[in-house]
């Protein structure tokens, strides 16, 4: 008796969890613009950043290590540093909708604005939320005089800046409060100071500050990871 041939049914597609997947593709490659960026690092910075120089710096060093940031912000070298007119326009968006807030003590995210946040950062990769992270939590420590040092020291973007040969007068003081915040290497507060590392490390010693004290956590190694 011959076999009876079998018959394989189609397998019953679950539309509702095609969709979702499909809605998540589609999120994770949307491009996101400035004022998202700008709602971001504001969620990453615990929903506040000290000023709109914070602000600006924050994405600039952001933007170095997120392509997709990269893309959709330009940086030019202004009077305080590396500007941009798109992170500019953003934040003044976030103040006028009401997403943010601005008074002497900084920029800060309101209810609605860490509504919108919070389903943008849901969408975000782990590896971007690590960076924007490290970035706020770098920068947020900072004074804006130490910022922009820092910024001029590693980056440069000096050529139109009217604060520079102020800052470089006090650079040793300055790279000296960020090695004891932490925030950079004995490394990297020697080339800020622009001091060859043995001299920066007696004038450390004659200032009471123990020299290698502070780990290597300066943005830039932290994105060897």
């Known amino acids: 008796m011959p076999r009876e041939k079998r018959v394989d049914r189609p397998r019953k597609i679950d539309?509702?969890?095609?969709?979702?997947?499909?809605?998540?593709?589609?999120?994770?490659?949307?491009?996101?613009?400035?004022?998202?960026?700008?709602?971001?690092?504001?969620?990453?910075?615990?929903g506040r950043i000290p000023s709109r120089i914070h602000m600006q710096k924050a994405l600039f060093i952001?933007?170095?290590?997120?392509?997709?940031?990269?893309?959709?912000?330009?940086?030019?070298?202004?009077?305080?540093?590396?500007?941009?007119?798109?992170?500019?326009?953003?934040?003044?968006?976030?103040?006028?909708s009401g997403l943010a807030s601005e008074s002497g003590d900084g920029i800060f995210l309101t209810e609605q604005g860490i509504a919108k946040a919070r389903v943008l950062w849901n969408g975000l990769g782990e590896r971007h939320r690590r960076i924007l992270k490290d970035v706020a939590k770098f920068v947020n420590a900072m004074s804006i005089d130490e910022l922009l040092l820092y910024i001029y020291t590693v980056?440069?973007?000096?050529?139109?800046?009217?604060?520079?040969?102020?800052?470089?007068?006090?650079?040793?003081?300055?790279?000296?409060?960020?090695?004891?915040?932490?925030l950079v290497s004995i490394e990297l507060a020697a080339r800020i100071a622009g001091e060859p590392l043995p001299r920066f490390v007696e004038y450390?010693?004659?200032?009471?500050?123990?020299?290698?004290?502070?780990?290597?956590?300066?943005?830039?190694?932290?994105?060897?990871?």
């Open 15 to 46: 539309v509702s969890r095609f969709m979702e997947k499909l809605r998540r593709s589609v999120e994770e490659s949307r491009v996101l613009d400035p004022l998202e960026w700008v709602l971001l690092l504001l969620y990453a910075a615990g």
């Open 62 to 96: 952001a933007a170095r290590h997120v392509e997709e940031l990269g893309e959709v912000l330009e940086f030019n070298a202004y009077r305080m540093g590396p500007w941009s007119e798109e992170v500019n326009d953003a934040l003044e968006n976030a103040l006028l």
């Open 155 to 182: 980056y440069g973007y000096g050529e139109k800046s009217d604060v520079i040969d102020k800052l470089l007068r006090r650079r040793r003081e300055l790279a000296m409060s960020m090695f004891r915040k932490g």
């Open 204 to 225: 450390l010693k004659r200032r009471g500050v123990k020299p290698f004290v502070a780990e290597v956590s300066d943005i830039e190694e932290a994105e060897k990871l």
